[in-house]
C-alpha cells in the first residue's frame, strides 16, 4: 500500500503511529486524526472558494464583453485577497434592534450548511468522509440548514427588506426541495442505493444518458436551492436592495457570499457524481486517487460554469411565476418521471443493456415531450382567455 | 454502553416539559411547540425500544416514522387553524378563543 | 463512565436545556428557534442510536419543514401580542405541577421494571437497517397498509389546511 495508492489511509497510519509513539491512547488518537482530516477538507475547500470568487468574476466579465479583475497579480489573480482584507477591515455594523446573537450565527450556519455537504462527497474511490447509506437524504437535510439560515438572517436583522427576502427565499426553497428529492430518487433506482459512492461505481453508463429529464430537472432544482438567478427572488435587488443580507457587513457579508458561491460548486461536484459518473473516466480513477480527484473537480467545474451560465443569461422570474412553475410543472413533471423510471426499471430488468438503456431513454424523452405538449396547450388556453382568439392580422390598411 | 434507563428518564424528562408547555402557555403557537415536544420525547423511547430489543425487527423505527407523517400533519392543520382564527379574531391566546361559533 | 456515556449525557444536557428554553422563553421566534435546537439535540440521540434514517429524516421533516412552519406562523400572528403581557396563563403552577408529577410518575413506573438497565446487543454484521425499513415498509406482510393511510393522511392535511387557511374575503 503505497501513498501514491491510498493517501488517506497512509498519512492516517504515520499519524497514529506518531501520536501512540507519544503516549496518546489509540482512542484518543483516532480522534485527533479525524479531526485534522476534516481540518484539511474545510482548509482546501476555503482556499478553493478564494478563487471561486476570481473564477465568477472573470467568468461574468466574459459573458458581459468585459475583461473582469486584471489589476492584481497576473491575469488579477490576487484580487479575492484584496477583497479579503478589504472585507476583514471594513467597520462590522450591527444594526439596532437587531437581536443579535440570532443574527451573529446566521451567517456561520450559512457557511456550515455548504462545508457538511462535502462530508459525503467521494472525491476518490478511496478518499471520502463517510459513506452514508442515506446520502440521498443528507444532501436535503443540509438544505434544510440553509434555509433555516437563510430565514434567521432575514427576521434578526430588524429589516422589511431582509424580511420579505428571506419569506420569499424560504418559500422557493422549501417548494422546490421537492422536485430535488423526487430527483435524487432516481440514480437511487438505477444504483439500488442512496449512498454517493455506490451510485458512483454503478455508472458504467452515466446517468445522464439514462435519465437526461432528470439531469434537467435536478439542475433546475438546485439553482433554485441555491438562490441564484434566474431564482433570485431573495437579493432582487431592484425591488428589495439585497434582500436577506442587506444588513450585513464586513465578513459576515463575506461569508453569505462565499457560502453561496462554493454552494454553487458543491452542487456542480453533486450533479457529477449523480449524472455524470463523479470521478470515473474511462478507466482514469483506477490509476491513481489524485486522478480521479482532477476527474470530479473538472465535472463539478463543468456543472458550476452551466450555473453560472444559466446566471448570467437569464432573467430574474416573478414570485409568483416561480412558485406556479414548481407547483403546476415541475413537480407534476418530477413525480410522474419518477413513475415512468420506476415501471421502466422494473420491466427492463432483465433486458439486455442497450435495450435498457435506450428505453430509459426514450422514455425519458417521451414524458419531456408530453410535457411541453401540455405546457403549450395550457398557456395557449390561458392567452386566449386574455386576448381572445387569436387573429389574423391584415397587412396593408 | 449506555443502559436503557437513561434513554427512557431522557425522553420522560422531555416529555414533561412539553406537557407543561402545552398547559401553561397562553400563545396557541406555544401550545403546539409543546405537543412537538412531546412527539419527540415518544420517537425517542420508539427508537431506544427498537436498538434495545430486536434490530431485526423494525417495528420501532416504522413507528417513528408514522410519527414523523402525524406531526407533519397536526403542525399543518394546526398553524392554519391559528391563522384563520387570528384572521377573524385578531388574536392567538388560547384563553381568549372561547366561543363555540362567531 | 465510557465515552459513548458522556456523548450521551452531553446530548440529553443540552435538549432538555433547550427544551426548557422553549417552553419559558417569552419571545416566540427564539421559542422557535430553540426548538430547531431541541430537535436537533434529538436527531443527535437517533444517531447515537445506530437509527441513521430517523436522524436524517428527523433534520429534513422537523428542522426543514416543521420548525420552519412555525417560525412562519409566528412571524403571522404577532401584530398585537408581541411579547408584551405574561406568556404564561394564570394556572401555570398547576400545568409545572402536573409536569412535575408526571415526570415523577413515570420516573417510579420506570423503577419497578426489570428491562430498564438492559444493553443493547451489537448490530449484526452486515445488517443494513435502511434497507431493511424500505422492505418492511412496502412489504403486504409487515407495514404496508400504515405506510399508506399515513400518506392519504398527508394529503388530507395538505388539503385541509389549505381550506382552512384560505381568505375568502380577499381571495386569496
Same mark, same amino acid.
Given at each position: ?8 489511509? +497512509?498519512?492516517?497510519d504515520?499519524?497514529?503511529? &506518531? ?13 485527533l ?10 482548509? &482546501?475547500?476555503?482556499?478553493? #472558494? ?37 472585507l476583514?477591515?471594513k ?12 443574527y451573529?450565527?446566521?451567517? $456561520? ?36 440548514? =440553509?434555509?433555516?439560515s ?5 427576521w ?18 422549501v ?8 430527483m ?17 461505481? %454503478?455508472?458504467d453508463?452515466?446517468?445522464?444518458f439514462?435519465?437526461p ?22 437579493? *432582487?435587488?431592484?425591488?428589495?436592495? @439585497? ?39 474511462? *478507466? ?12 470530479? &473537480?473538472?465535472k ?7 450555473i ?19 407547483? %403546476? ?36 424523452v ?18 386566449e382567455?386574455?386576448e ?10 | ?84 382564527v ?8 388560547? #384563553?381568549?378563543? #372561547?366561543?363555540?361559533?362567531w | ?39 436537533f =439535540? ?5 444517531a ?17 419543514a ?12 404577532? %401584530?398585537?401580542?408581541? #411579547?408584551?403581557?405574561?406568556? $404564561? ?9 402536573l ?5 415523577? *410518575? ?10 430498564? @438497565? %438492559? ?10 437497517? +435502511?434497507?431493511?425499513? =424500505?422492505?418492511?415498509?412496502? @412489504? ?10 399515513a ?8 388539503? *385541509? ?12
Open positions: 500500500m503505497s501513498f501514491w495508492n491510498d493517501p488517506l489511509k +497512509v498519512a492516517a504515520w499519524l497514529l503511529g &506518531v501520536f501512540t509513539g507519544w503516549g496518546m491512547p489509540e482512542m484518543a488518537a483516532n480522534i486524526i479525524g479531526f485534522l482530516g476534516v481540518l484539511l477538507l474545510i482548509t &482546501v475547500l476555503m482556499v478553493l #472558494d478564494i478563487f471561486l470568487v476570481w473564477i465568477e468574476r472573470k467568468v461574468v466579465a466574459r459573458f458581459q464583453d468585459r475583461l473582469g479583475p486584471n489589476r492584481v497579480g497576473p491575469f488579477g489573480l490576487i484580487q479575492p485577497f484584496a477583497d479579503i482584507i478589504k476583514i477591515i467597520e462590522d455594523t450591527t444594526p439596532g434592534g437587531a437581536d443579535k446573537v440570532v451573529n450565527i446566521a451567517p $456561520m450556519l450559512s457557511m456550515m450548511s455548504v462545508l457538511i455537504l462535502w462530508a459525503i462527497v467521494p472525491l476518490a474511490p478511496t478518499i471520502l468522509g463517510v459513506d452514508l447509506n442515506i446520502g440521498a437524504l443528507y444532501l436535503i437535510a443540509a438544505g434544510a440548514i =440553509g434555509t433555516l437563510i430565514i434567521m438572517a432575514g434578526s436583522s430588524n429589516n422589511k427588506f431582509a424580511l420579505i427576502g428571506a419569506f420569499r427565499q424560504v418559500a422557493v426553497m417548494s422546490f426541495e421537492v422536485p430535488m428529492l423526487t435524487l430518487l432516481i440514480p437511487t433506482i438505477f444504483a439500488g442505493s442512496m449512498g454517493m459512492s455506490t451510485i458512483i461505481e %454503478k455508472q453508463v452515466w446517468y445522464v439514462l435519465a429529464l432528470a439531469a434537467v430537472i435536478f439542475l433546475i432544482a438546485a439553482i433554485a436551492e441555491l438562490g441564484r438567478a434566474p431564482f433570485d427572488m431573495a437579493e *432582487g435587488e431592484s425591488e428589495l436592495v @439585497s434582500g436577506f443580507n442587506i444588513e450585513y457587513s464586513g465578513m459576515k457579508f463575506g461569508m453569505f457570499y462565499a457560502g453561496e458561491l462554493l454552494h454553487a460548486f458543491t452542487f456542480g461536484g453533486f450533479l457529477a457524481i449523480l449524472f455524470f459518473g463523479g470521478y470515473r473516466f474511462f *478507466g482514469l480513477e483506477q490509476v491513481s486517487p489524485f486522478l480521479a480527484i482532477a476527474v470530479i &473537480v473538472f463539478a467545474f463543468i456543472g458550476y460554469w452551466i453560472m451560465w444559466v446566471k448570467y443569461t437569464l432573467l430574474r422570474i416573478r414570485i409568483d411565476h416561480m412558485l406556479a412553475f414548481n407547483w %403546476k410543472f415541475l413537480t407534476p413533471l418530477a413525480f410522474s418521471l419518477l413513475m415512468v423510471v420506476a415501471l421502466m426499471n422494473a420491466l427492463l430488468a432483465n433486458a439486455p443493456i442497450w435495450l435498457y438503456i435506450s428505453g430509459m431513454f426514450l422514455s425519458n417521451a414524458v419531456a415531450w408530453a410535457a411541453l405538449e401540455i405546457a403549450r396547450s395550457v398557456s395557449r388556453r390561458e392567452r382567455k386574455v381572445g382568439p387569436k387573429q389574423v392580422v391584415e397587412v396593408g390598411h | 454502553m449506555v443502559p436503557l434507563s437513561w434513554y427512557l428518564i431522557f425522553a420522560a424528562a422531555l416529555f414533561s416539559l412539553g406537557l407543561f408547555g402545552v398547559l401553561s402557555r397562553r400563545n396557541a403557537v406555544a401550545i403546539l411547540l409543546g405537543i412537538e415536544l412531546m412527539l419527540n420525547a415518544v420517537n425517542i423511547n420508539l427508537a431506544a425500544f427498537w436498538r434495545y430489543g430486536n434490530v431485526m425487527d423494525m417495528a420501532g423505527q416504522v413507528f417513528a416514522i408514522i410519527v414523523f407523517a402525524v406531526a407533519a400533519a397536526e403542525v399543518s392543520v394546526g398553524l392554519a387553524l391559528v391563522i384563520s387570528y384572521r377573524r379574531r385578531n388574536t392567538v391566546v388560547a #384563553d381568549e378563543i #372561547d366561543m363555540m361559533k | 463512565m465510557t465515552g459513548e456515556q458522556i456523548v450521551f449525557l452531553v446530548v440529553a444536557l443540552f435538549t432538555l436545556g433547550s427544551g426548557f428554553m422553549v417552553v419559558t422563553t417569552r419571545n416566540l421566534v427564539h421559542a422557535a428557534l430553540w426548538l430547531v435546537s431541541t430537535l =439535540g434529538v436527531a443527535v440521540t437517533y447515537v442510536l445506530d437509527a441513521a434514517f430517523l436522524a436524517v429524516v428527523q433534520v429534513v421533516v422537523y428542522i426543514g416543521i420548525a420552519i412552519l412555525f417560525i412562519f406562523a409566528v412571524m403571522l400572528t404577532r %401584530k398585537d401580542v408581541r #411579547d408584551q403581557g405574561p406568556q $404564561m396563563n394564570k394556572n401555570w403552577w398547576f400545568g409545572a405541577l409536569a412535575v408529577m408526571t415526570f415523577g *410518575g413515570l420516573y417510579f413506573l420506570l423503577q419497578g421494571w426489570s428491562g430498564l @438497565s %438492559k444493553t443493547a446487543a451489537a448490530i449484526p454484521a452486515g445488517f443494513d437497517a +435502511v434497507a431493511e425499513l =424500505g422492505n418492511e415498509l412496502v @412489504s403486504p406482510a409487515a407495514y404496508v397498509l400504515p405506510f399508506e393511510v400518506s392519504v393522511l398527508l394529503v388530507a392535511a395538505l388539503v *385541509g389546511a389549505v381550506y382552512v387557511a384560505f381568505n375568502p374575503r380577499s381571495g386569496k
